[in-house]
């Protein structure tokens, strides 16, 4: 019955089928922005407060399911690519079992940085998956809650429904709290 619905509404029933689907995705949405037939809009804020990071030479490190490509070239419309240390796309996730939920990508992206394990970092994240991770890996999270309500994004130390409100202060007072929320 599931298949017959995914047809229903021409959607891929095979993961085979699933993965060329997003891949073309990915592609069409990077080209589209990239010629300006669609436009990025960002979180409230957001582009502001990587500015204000970047201009302070913060470490900022882009974890995303989607494609490189695409975050590639969403990160370049927002005129911020070249303040960002390194992309962890879906091609990197693909080769750790549960993606963003497992610890290891969070070790391995400070690793990157040449950071030790132990070095303290905040995830912003709008997915249970990557705050469960960055949390067992020792990180302080964020969750980004745009219009759902907190309990939708239960582990997360604190919440924001854009960044207008964030300074690279209150970030420093986020990442030296001991306030653990369970």
Known sequence: WMTQILQGHGIAHTPEQVEDDLCRLHDTLASDIESGRV?????????????????????????????????????????????????????????????????????????????????????FEDGKSGIAGANAAGGKTVGILGDRHESSLPWAHQYLRDFRWLTPEKLDTILNSSYVRH
């Not at 809009?41 to 990587?50: A, L």
């Not at 079992?97 to 940085?113: I, S």
């Open 39 to 123: 436009n990025v809009d960002p979180i409230p804020g957001s582009f502001e407060f990587m500015i204000r990071l970047i201009q302070r030479n913060r470490y900022i490190t882009v974890i995303t399911a989607s494609k490189a490509k695409l975050a590639e070239k969403v990160l370049e419309k927002m005129n911020v690519r070249d303040g960002i240390k390194h992309i962890f796309s879906a091609e990197d996730l693909a080769k750790y079992e549960w993606g963003k939920a497992n610890p290891q990508v969070f070790t391995d992206m400070l690793q990157e940085l040449w950071l030790p394990p132990n070095y303290p970092f905040i995830m």
